[in-house]
């Protein structure tokens, strides 16, 4: 076990530097209350600096130092998920032993609890501890869970997990025992678009929008696009690479001014004269955030994000629903509502089926209604 | 009264390819939205976007007991769309069009432009009274915007009983200020007739009135300069 207790060693210094670091989630007023539940009451015209540093003064215990670290913690982290679908059916049995061997060899630091929420769900999660270095010291560690969820359909197993490197690592760690128990490899199929060309990128993201079953597009807010490979200037590798002789053509391109990507934020963006104008120009979709209407009772609306890990190659598919705006009497609330896990859950397979069969589609350049001559 | 707004569009495909795929989107009663499209040209179409929303109110009894009634209830919006400037044009909109225009766009294979239109007034009034061939007069106008001095603006509505443009003139006095909107008058039929206008494109005028004044109104809309 590592010894849990050196990370409370904090000195001052370390508390000053937690409290003066998250300035957003560690207001003023986070500070002022702090203190005033110690019974002090310090000005509220002092300045953050001031107050960080009192406060980092004081003697702080186990607890206290937990609240800190828990305040500057931002409590919705919503983090994106992206999935890999096995094509096989794998029997929750099979699962279960592959977990168990897992959780048998995982890290000390680690600690998995695996349950089977029914006969066709099987939920690992696995406590981990990430490190930072970049962050304070006091931050650098931080515990994390990755929730990784088997959904066992009729010929295929779909392994939602949290897009990020560690839960893709224990993801891989399953997956390769999964292979080792079917003595076989299973074939397993992700979202990767880096085969198709950059129009047919767009229209990835522009189809898995418009077509999500059950779902009506009503917006989008967020767009970030990035510039084709074919209309950007020679890779810098060249310029490394002829050395002295290409250096005066080095000179000149790195003052040419380039655009690589943009990122555009606003409403009923792909209609607006700036993304036509992008596109245009060359510039495909990377990730978008839109809203989309239920077609069915209750009617509400729900904002999705989608994009890849990484943009240029087109891989690493990852997304996310980010809350509901709820209909109340024909009109819409006007802030957006977090989603429970659950209801997350529901609305996840929904996008994943979307992506896979706009994929498929667009592979075989089928009757897919945008496509066609009709572009200009 | 009607409202009725323009916008600019810039069509990627024609507009009978368009009119063919809205009326593929037809609204039926089970349908939740859809296009109700009345006459197709060369470069004009003139139909209805129809959204059904469907709703459960709660009503709370003075018993305490909750009653549940589901709603439902259409929301229309008529549209006019030209090939030529303003491309769009819009009857009595409803507060959002969000629905309308992602359908638009989907029907366009995403690669349609709209851009709301920021007018210039007076340069309309001017080529409306010319088209209309009658005197116009403006007799309240509301600006806003006007710098009084460095970081102090004043929003100022104008009304008169003759045309307050001379009087904009010497109030703003070469100063910076936005036209927000002004309220027109002039001789229709041996009656005086009231239109107003609005710097977003849109103007607003009695029912009886559209047939004669739409056509003019539509044509004296100032073409937004490029890059704008």
């Known amino acids: ?376 | 009264m009607k409202r009725i707004r323009w916008f600019a569009a810039k069509w990627p495909i024609a507009l009978r390819t368009l009119a063919t795929k809205m009326k593929s989107h037809p609204f039926r009663e089970d349908s939740l939205n859809g296009f109700i499209i009345e006459r197709v040209r060369d470069n004009f179409i003139n139909g209805r976007y129809v959204e059904k929303i469907s709703y459960q109110e709660t009503l709370t009894t003075p018993f305490g007991d909750q009653q549940i009634f589901d709603r439902t209830e259409y929301r229309q919006l008529e549209f006019s769309l030209f090939s030529n400037f303003p491309h769009m044009e819009f009857l009595d909109a409803p507060r959002s069009t969000q629905s309308y225009v992602s359908k638009l766009t989907e029907l366009n294979n995403f690669s349609l432009t709209i851009t709301p239109l920021t007018v210039d007034l007076l340069k309309w009034v001017a080529s409306f009274q010319s088209l209309a061939n009658t005197k116009v007069t403006i007799d309240s106008l509301q600006i806003s915007g006007l710098e009084l001095e460095t970081d102090v603006t004043a929003r100022v509505s104008i009304s008169g009983n003759k045309d307050v443009r001379e009087a904009l003139q010497r109030v703003t006095k070469g100063r910076r200020f936005d036209l927000e909107r002004v309220q027109l008058k002039l001789l229709h039929e041996n009656h005086i007739v009231g239109l107003q206008l609005i710097n977003t494109g849109a103007a607003k005028l009695e029912d009886s009135l559209l047939e004669d004044f739409l056509p003019a109104l539509r044509q004296s809309l100032p073409v937004p300069k490029l890059g704008e």
């Open chain 1, 1 to 376: 076990m590592p010894n849990e207790t050196l990370r409370y060693y904090a000195t001052d210094k370390e508390i000053f530097d937690v409290l003066a670091s998250s300035r957003q989630r560690v207001s003023e007023t986070a500070l002022l209350d702090m203190a005033r539940s110690r019974g002090i009451f310090y000005s509220p015209r002092d300045s953050r600096d001031t107050l960080a540093s009192n406060i980092s003064l004081l003697p702080h215990d186990h607890d206290s130092l937990k609240e800190i670290l828990g305040k500057s913690e931002n409590p919705n982290r919503a983090e994106k998920v992206t999935s890999i679908t096995l094509n096989a059916k794998i029997s929750p049995e099979t699962i279960k032993a592959v977990v168990k061997s897992f959780s048998e060899n995982a890290p000390s630091d680690e600690k998995v609890v695996a349950q089977s929420e029914s006969p066709d769900k099987y939920r690992v999660q696995v406590k981990y501890t990430e490190l930072d270095y970049a962050k304070t010291r006091l931050l650098q560690r931080r515990n994390r869970e990755a929730d990784i969820r088997f959904i066992i359909e009729d010929n295929k197993t779909t392994i939602r997990l949290p897009a990020n490197p560690k839960a893709r690592e224990i993801a891989a760690l399953l997956k390769s025992g999964l292979d080792a128990s079917q003595k076989t490899e299973i074939p397993a199929e992700t979202i990767d678009i880096s085969d198709l060309s950059t129009d047919e990128r767009t229209l990835f993201f522009t189809n898995l929008i418009s077509t999500m079953d059950g779902y009506e597009l009503r917006d989008v807010m967020n767009v970030k696009v990035q510039i084709g490979s074919a209309s950007k200037s020679p890779p810098l590798e060249d310029e490394e690479k002829n050395g002295e002789e290409q250096e005066d053509a080095a000179i000149t391109q790195t003052m040419l001014s380039v655009v690589e990507d943009v990122a555009l934020h606003g409403k009923a963006l792909l209609v607006s004269a700036e993304y036509q104008l992008l596109k245009d120009k060359g510039f495909f979709i990377t990730s978008i955030t839109w809203k989309a209407q239920q077609t069915k009772s209750p009617f509400n609306i729900v904002e999705y994000d989608a994009g890849f890990e990484e943009p240029e190659e087109g891989r690493g598919f990852r997304y996310n629903v980010r809350g509901l705006y709820r209909n109340r009497d024909g009109e819409f609330t006007k802030t957006m509502q977090a989603l429970s896990a659950a209801h997350k859950e529901e609305i996840f397979p929904i996008i994943e089926r979307t992506a896979l069969r706009v994929l498929e589609a667009l592979r075989k350049k089928a009757d897919i209604p945008q496509q066609g001559g009709e572009q200009q």
